[in-house]
């Protein structure tokens, strides 16, 4: 076992606590933007695709958490092609999928009716789960 490094356990660790505390920042706002954000007088546009943004965050930042192992490019295509995967069951319609989508929780986390935007909106948010992690990085290395 020459050359070998040892394993080290605690980097993964602490990345994976930290885009945990990141995704719950962001569920709370993106949940903030959905409930509060007509009433606070936002632009539909501002709260349909900000949500859309921030739940395509939380994609990444949890996908992260799941496999702290990977390179930040390995948890964005996995990211993508969930986002992707989940915009597309939109087109999907059983009786059984539909009656939860009717669920505030099928809604938050299905969503209800196909849209391209969507998609657009997926990408920024994958983008900023990909700023906040490096960010998050080089936080970490700063403090050293």
Known sequence: MHGTQPVNTIAPLRTSLVRAALALVVIASGLGLRWYGFPLGLPAF????GGSLLWATMVFLLVGVLLPRLSRTQI????????ILVELSRLVHTPWLDAFRLTAAG???LGRI?????????MIG???GVW??????MRRADKG
């Open 107 to 109: 809604a938050l986390l």
């Open 76 to 83: 964005a295509a996995i990211a993508v092609a969930i986002a």
């Open 126 to 128: 994958i983008a900023l």
């Open 132 to 137: 906040l992690d490096r960010l998050m990085e």
């Open 46 to 49: 501002v709260v349909k695709y």
């Open 114 to 122: 196909f849209s391209l935007w969507n998609i657009v909106a997926y």
